[in-house]
């Protein structure tokens, strides 16, 4: 089954303690992002990758960190997780085309819930 | 500045009515348009979208509409059921500029009373 899957689903922790969390899809996309949901503010873009070893920060990187050192795996790391970084995060993938005649949905795995406390 | 705005926050409908959900945008570099649905406890998922060379796109009960002198897009859900009771998501991109990045507005949720 065509998915993006994302670990942990849940997951509560303190202020400061380092935390990673994973990413993988089996679809072999190129395009991989994170976003992060919180009320009121819909989905922001945190970090994006077009392709192994190549990624750019979106709207919000500012106390987030990622890697893509395989093409499927993309995981975001907290290094000194704080409590604004408290929301729902979520991954996502997709094929890159060639420009509006060739778009290619992006697919979103199940989220996780972080809180920081 | 938010590029992507959904003004009504949430939206009630009976069942076997129409259901409009609304999207404005400001960036005229935006070529592709998109609508996901989003569920509880669950990731989004990709719902309908639309070039902006056209002015309408239409999938079964779904159908969406750019009105791109107005920087506007609708989506028109007829007739609308339970289980579209949801959280939709407009967003836009710059296909052909910056490749597979998605500006989204902050979302409706739509609930469809029986």
């Known amino acids: 089954e065509a998915q993006v899957t994302q670990n942990p689903r849940y997951l509560i922790t303190v202020t400061g303690k380092k935390l990673t969390v994973t990413c993988s899809q089996n679809?072999?996309?190129?395009?991989m992002s994170w976003y992060r949901q919180d009320p009121g503010l819909g989905l922001r873009q945190i970090y994006y990758s077009m392709n192994v070893e190549a990624t750019d920060k979106g709207d919000v990187p500012e106390g987030y960190k990622v890697s893509r050192k395989e093409k499927r795996n993309f995981p975001l790391i907290l290094e000194s997780p704080s409590p604004n970084q408290t929301s729902l995060y979520f991954c996502a993938s997709s094929l890159l085309g060639a420009g509006v005649s060739s778009y290619n949905e992006q697919f979103f795995g199940p989220g996780t819930r972080l809180t920081v406390l | 500045d938010q590029q992507v705005k959904q003004n009504s926050p949430s939206l009630s409908v009976q069942e076997g009515r129409i259901s409009i959900l609304n999207c404005d945008y400001t960036?005229?570099?935006?070529?592709?348009f998109l609508w996901y649905k989003k569920y509880p406890a669950e990731g989004p998922t990709f719902l309908i979208s639309i070039s902006s060379i056209k002015d309408k796109n239409e999938d079964g009960r779904f159908t969406v509409f750019l009105n791109k002198s107005a920087k506007h897009l609708s989506l028109h859900i007829v007739p609308s059921q339970p289980g579209d009771s949801a959280v939709y998501f407009c967003?836009?991109?710059?296909?052909?500029?910056?490749?597979?990045?998605?500006?989204f507005g902050k979302g409706t949720k739509l609930s469809v009373k029986p």
């Open positions: 679809m072999n996309h190129e395009y």
């Open positions: 960036n005229s570099m935006f070529d592709y």
């Open positions: 967003a836009a991109a710059n296909y052909g500029g910056s490749q597979g990045n998605l500006i």
